[in-house]
């Protein structure tokens, strides 16, 4: 049996180690073949751009060889895959390989697409990238005070980063000891100042206390450079100094060129992790169009499910359970203090006053995903 899965991103390295140890003694016997198809040789941490955006990390601490992190019994190739041709069980690739499975997995994540507001990506910072993250930094070190706004597209990867660089920002410019010369001023696209209704029940009085202003329902129309103006499709404006952006997302280019899916999101089965229409093509991570949060965690808790569906099938002949939407995301609540939301598709989160102690449980989990990523946590 040929299991063929394309990204070697946290979900698609998780499931890969993860079935690699399930199906040890298959993949030695040559009755499954386990392949993955990647764009890249190195496999970023991308949670920590957060810290380089601050200059608490430094770009070399995000990255590992992406070979270095697969169990034995993966066939890696970093040939990204540019046509899926579904009706005959096969990809084509870059390199001009053609690559059969019996059973797909597509693992591609999402990336920022900041051109689809005019005048964002001249005029805004941003972190989603190593590049924006480094200018970002600069930025905030050369900045001596004025108005920051902080706005965001949706949807975008990472749900609690709105919140964490804010929090983060007061922390920042309190240590420079310029807090009172900067306004911070948070939007957000809906009407409340996080999608998840207790995070936002949790976050707002977090802002009033620490004087951080918020609008809601700004969605983003269009920035106006020249006179340092951010418009929103609501009619509504805001002026700024500095602008840091999480721009909207979309899916791959590749996924929307082979039309898998609208703006790069693949029609996904919620429980069984099926693309729609395919039963032996399951999609997992941001590429997915479930309707909950684009995060790492919700990558590796699917690639959890998935890695033992799939071994089940070449075992047993059927899958043997169904996904419950878990994610689990750390909430930095500034330099020194976070919180975390846990929830799945029926539990909303319940979101505890921040604490030094998961702050540094977050720290530690920084270095421990590298553990992580080859499923062993
Ligand atoms: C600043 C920031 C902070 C974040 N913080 C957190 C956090 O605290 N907690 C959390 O849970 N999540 C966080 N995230 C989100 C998290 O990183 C993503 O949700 C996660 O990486 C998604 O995993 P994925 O496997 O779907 O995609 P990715 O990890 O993005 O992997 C996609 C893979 O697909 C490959 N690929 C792309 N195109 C092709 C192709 N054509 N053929 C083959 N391969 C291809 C890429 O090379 C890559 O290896 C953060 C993200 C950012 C940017």
Redesign the pocket.
């Given at each position: 049996m040929k299991i063929l899965i394309?990204?070697?991103?946290?979900?698609?390295t998780i499931l890969a180690n993860n079935l690699a140890r399930r199906l040890a003694a298959e993949i030695r016997s040559r009755k499954v073949q386990l392949t993955m198809?990647?764009?890249?040789d190195k496999h970023m941490y991308?949670?920590g751009?957060?810290y380089l955006a601050f200059g608490r990390m430094t770009p070399d601490e995000l990255y590992r060889d992406q070979a270095s992190l697969l169990e034995p019994g993966i066939e890696l190739q970093v040939d990204?895959?540019e046509t899926f041709e579904l009706d005959k069980n096969q990809v084509k690739t870059k390199g001009g390989k053609t690559h059969a499975y019996d059973i797909l997995v597509i693992?591609?994540?999402s990336r920022p697409v900041p051109e689809m507001i005019p005048g964002l990506a001249e005029n805004a910072e941003q972190?989603?990238t190593e590049e924006s993250a480094l200018k970002m930094f600069r930025s905030l070190q050369a900045f001596q005070g004025g108005r920051v706004v902080i706005a965001m597209g949706v949807p975008h990867?990472?749900p609690?980063?709105p919140l964490e660089i804010t929090f983060m920002l007061h922390d920042y410019f309190k240590d420079r000891g310029i807090r009172d010369k900067v306004q911070l001023h948070y939007t957000y696209p809906v009407g409340r100042v996080h999608s998840l209704e207790n995070v936002a029940k949790w976050a707002q009085p977090e802002f009033d206390r620490l004087g951080i202003t918020y609008e809601t329902l700004f969605n983003m129309k269009e920035v106006d450079g020249k006179n340092k103006v951010v418009r929103s499709e609501e009619g509504t404006e805001t002026k700024y100094d500095l602008l840091i952006t999480i721009p909207v997302h979309k899916g791959?280019e590749?996924i929307e060129k082979n039309k898998l899916g609208q703006g790069g999101f693949i029609p996904t089965n919620k429980t069984k992790l099926t693309m729609e229409g395919h039963s032996n093509v399951y999609v997992?991570?941001?590429?997915t169009n479930i309707p909950i949060s684009?995060?790492?965690?919700?990558?590796h808790y699917q690639a959890e499910t998935l890695g033992e569906n799939i071994a089940a099938i070449v075992k047993l002949g059927q899958p043997v359970r169904e996904h419950d939407g878990k994610v689990f995301?750390?909430i930095e609540c500034g330099k020194d203090r976070a919180t975390y939301a846990m929830f799945n598709y029926t539990n909303p989160p319940d979101p505890k006053p921040p604490s030094r102690a998961i702050h540094w449980f977050k720290m530690a989990y920084n270095k421990l995903y590298w553990t992580s990523a080859r499923g062993l946590l």
């Open positions: 394309i990204g070697g991103g946290m979900g698609g198809l990647t764009a890249s991308q949670p751009l957060l990204p895959v693992a591609t994540g972190f989603y990867k990472c609690m980063a791959m590749v997992i991570g941001d590429t684009k995060a790492g965690s919700t990558a995301c750390f």
